[in-house]
């Protein structure tokens, strides 16, 4: 059996991220990033667990990508995220040069496109794979958090 390396493949795996989030109390966001079919940086939101509001999983992952890489542009690179960037990741990605951002579940609120911002003019975006995964993650981790009565 071949695994097929395609924009789902990669956003399961961004997925995982965002459920290793949800056990830690984060909110439920992953990301990793990747170079032709090799995984070089997986992370999620450590916001609360580092005390930090830029721990959001797509910083985490350019950090660690770049460390990687050994530079600092991430030209011919793909970020998988499961939620929309907001403007603070999408003006980091903007300076990452990156090649092509995927996303799954749209932020209409807090979203960079909603916010203004916007990635580097070169920047593929792709979005809306595995939405509803990504989605029901995040409404799933606010129900619990915020119980109705």
């Known amino acids: 059996m071949t695994t097929t390396f395609d924009d789902e493949y990669f956003m399961k795996k961004a997925l995982q991220e965002a459920e290793a989030a949800y056990e830690k109390g984060e909110v439920p966001v992953g990301a990793v990033v990747v170079i032709g079919d090799r995984i070089i940086a997986r992370a999620h939101n450590l916001t609360e667990t580092l005390t930090d509001v830029t721990a959001h999983a797509e910083m985490q992952a350019i950090t660690s990508a770049s460390g990687f890489i050994g530079g600092k542009y991430l030209k011919g690179c793909t970020l998988y995220v499961t939620l929309e960037p907001c403007q603070m990741c999408a003006g980091a990605l903007y300076w990452s040069q990156i090649s092509r951002v995927v996303f799954g579940a749209e932020d209409t609120d807090r979203g960079f496109?909603?916010?203004?911002?916007?990635?580097?003019?070169?920047?593929?975006?792709?979005?809306?794979?595995?939405?509803?995964?990504?989605?029901?993650?995040?409404?799933?981790?606010?129900?619990?958090?915020?119980?109705?009565?």
């Open 113 to 149: 496109r909603a916010m203004g911002a916007s990635l580097h003019p070169k920047t593929i975006l792709k979005k809306g794979v595995m939405a509803g995964e990504a989605a029901g993650l995040l409404q799933q981790f606010f129900r619990k958090k915020r119980p109705r009565h």
